[in-house]
Nanobody, 121 residues
């Protein structure tokens, strides 16, 4: 029932910026923490940034100071502003959300389909 759709990916030059968005839909009782992950070719998926309902954030050391995660709680939408992009940021970026869909169950992890970010050197 829960769907997450990423948008905003594309091809940019090193030093440029992109803003990713992730919109949620479906029967959602409550969305808890949300985050962005990425997976480069030949590498494992890694956490990029995460944000709680209250706005507390965590970032991978490799993106700290360059990326900013934010959310709109009213719309259950999460964003990732990426500045000073580097070639090594090239990856498929995935949106993730912990969501509760009924009163008797706990939160479960949901994932988007991913959006490609390519940074040219």
């Amino acid at each position: 029932q829960v769907q997450l759709v990423e948008s905003g990916g594309g091809l940019v030059q090193a030093g440029g910026s992109l803003r990713l968005s992730c919109a949620t839909s479906g029967s959602i009782l409550r969305v808890d923490a949300m985050g962005w992950y990425r997976q480069a070719p030949g590498k494992q998926r890694e956490l990029v940034a995460r944000i709680t309902t209250g706005g507390a954030t965590n970032y991978a050391d490799s993106v700290k100071g360059r990326f900013t995660i934010s959310r709109d709680n009213a719309k259950n939408t999460v964003f990732l502003q990426m500045n000073s992009l580097k070639f090594e940021d090239t990856a498929v970026y995935y949106c993730q959300a912990d969501a509760k869909v009924d009163w008797w169950g706990g939160s479960r992890a949901y994932w988007g389909q991913g959006t490609q970010v390519t940074v040219s050197s």
